[in-house]
């Protein structure tokens, strides 16, 4: 659970928002005794860390590039081409796999793909986000009430159509079985070494999970039924306070070991101790074993309690308070564990603060709250900033299957925005989120706003330039065989059978290469 500050006529107060029920992790009794020691009033005797010290925001050493970065360059500093070229590679692989099947008479039509298609087909996909239809195939519609010239200037509906269906990240046939995430591993790998190479977090950082809504069947999917999307893929994420996510797990179901509260916190950070950090977390992952690791790791905890878990001191837990009211405890380790009352009764736990109190400017007047309430109510909207920012303008669409959907969560929203992030520190140019979509949309499509009306018409003059048209004269002089009819049969018999198959005709196309003799049906099927 998180708490958040509320500002309403009477007070500003704290809320605990509900979420899904999860499972608390309890230690032995042998654990616990080692961790709780003794408990008793705060003297301030926090445990010293190293001063935080690290530069924050993006590095430059890795960035060989100016103020003036364009809005794609900050785009592909995560998804370089590399990674391109890797996911068109495969998504021909997965076609000519399917081509080889008889997978569908349409796939029969399938032309290898290339790096630049895939970024102009994934800067479609962004594009559709900022302007939201019914349904895919509405955006090529000529119905007025839809119609949309931009799709058509980048490609086909059944192009389009095509990759989304055949979009693929690895070989199939490498799959062991052993991996839940083997489809979307590279993806995975790629982009958080990339976040995690040219940002460095501040010194508070937080984490929690979002979801990532999905209906449809696998085996890890999760459901809360407070949320407005009740199914769907659960990612842990470690964010900063501007938003940007540093790292990440995707949640592939429930184990023993690996999906506790403390492992989850462990790994996501372990690129981020003894630099003097300050985590902020809420009470699933918040617990006395946890900040004592950190603490070994010259890192703060501080974080949102769970009163019934064993450990902590039964004085602060019982002890019913009235509102302003506070109580809190101490340990030889230096870890605080204060409740106070406002609404409703909060518990929390800090190795960074001792129990001062602040003023605190609320709408109805000043307020005194505890300086851990204060701080953590700052920090901890990271995340939900993060997931703010990728719900504007989001093209996530229901009819995709599980990998591909994550995928573009990761691709086309969670680096979108680490990538508007790295752009705005970078640049220092005030930009919208939905702005910056629209630049890179149209960036990756290689196509300018002004480009649009004038490529439309360049292709409608080019179709105008092919005529059929009638060879003056005698019939039964000027006619010859249709090309193209007589092609098709030549494959299937001899020249003399084709000859005795193929129509002759008066008609020709003025501008194809030596003017070919083409029936009507022919020349519309090459025109």
């Known amino acids: 659970m998180s708490v958040r500050e509320c500002e309403s006529d009477s007070s500003s107060e704290i809320i605990l ?65 590399e990674l391109m070229e890797e996911i068109a590679e495969q998504t021909n692989l997965y076609a000519s796999q399917k081509v080889e099947d008889g997978y569908t008479q349409r796939l029969a039509k399938w032309t290898e793909t290339s790096k630049s298609e895939i970024k102009r087909f994934f800067g479609l996909i962004i594009w559709m986000g900022l302007v939201k239809l019914p349904a895919i195939h509405q955006y090529w519609s000529n119905d007025p009430a839809y119609l949309q010239t931009f799709p058509k200037t980048v490609m086909s509906r059944n192009r389009f159509e095509l990759l989304l269906r055949m979009l693929h990240f690895v070989d199939n046939k490498n799959n062991n079985g052993s991996n839940c995430l ?150 030889n380790k230096g870890i605080t564990i204060l409740k106070w009352r406002d609404k409703k009764d909060i518990l929390v736990l800090s190795t960074k603060h001792s129990s001062e109190m602040m003023n605190v400017e609320c709408r109805s007047g000043n307020k005194c709250k505890p300086q851990i309430i204060v701080d953590y109510n700052r920090q901890k909207a990271a995340v939900d900033l993060s997931d703010q920012m990728n719900a504007y303008s989001n093209p996530l669409r229901r009819t995709i299957k599980w990998y591909r959907k994550l995928a573009f969560e990761l691709l086309l929203n969670t680096t979108v925005v680490n990538s508007y992030i790295l752009y705005k520190d970078i640049t220092k140019q005030k ?42 004269g005698k019939v039964s002089e000027v006619r010859k065989y249709c090309k193209l009819c007589y092609d098709k049969n030549a494959t299937e018999d001899d020249r003399a059978m084709a000859r005795k198959k193929t129509k002759r005709v008066v008609t020709f196309c003025n501008s194809c290469k030596g003017e070919p003799f083409l029936c009507l049906p022919c020349f519309n099927e090459i025109h």
């Open 431 to 472: 930009i919208s989120i939905t702005e910056f979509r629209k630049e890179l949309a149209l960036s990756l499509t290689s196509c300018e706003k002004k480009d649009i009306s004038s490529n439309r018409n360049a292709r409608r003059s080019k179709k105008r330039q092919h005529k059929l048209q009638r060879k003056p």
């Open 182 to 331: 083997f489809k979307i591993q590279p993806i995975i790998d790629t982009l958080e070494t990339n976040y995690q190479k040219y940002y460095n977090p501040t010194e508070d950082i937080c984490i929690d999970e979002s979801l990532i809504p999905f209906r449809g069947r696998i085996i890890y999917r999760q459901y809360l039924k407070q949320k407005r999307h009740k199914y769907g893929i659960k990612i842990f994420k470690l964010c900063c306070g501007s938003g940007y996510t540093y790292a990440f797990r995707v949640y592939t179901g429930k184990t023993l070991e690996k999906e506790m509260p403390t492992n989850i916190v462990m790994s996501l950070c372990k690129d981020l101790f003894d630099k003097g950090h300050t985590l902020y977390t809420d009470n699933w992952y918040t617990s006395l074993k946890l900040a004592e690791k950190l603490i070994n790791k010259n890192t703060h905890l501080v974080g949102t309690l769970r009163s019934n878990r064993r450990g902590y001191s039964h004085q602060v837990i019982s002890t019913k308070l009235k509102r302003g009211e506070i109580v809190a405890k101490e340990n």
């Open 17 to 81: 928002a509900r979420k899904q029920p999860r499972v608390d992790v309890f230690l032995s009794s042998d654990e616990e005794e080692e961790i709780v020691g003794e408990w008793h009033d705060p003297r301030g005797n926090q445990p010293k860390m190293v001063p935080f010290t690290h530069p924050s925001g993006f590095v430059r050493e890795h960035l060989h590039i100016g103020s003036d970065i364009a809005v794609e360059t900050s785009y592909q500093l995560f998804v370089p081409d």
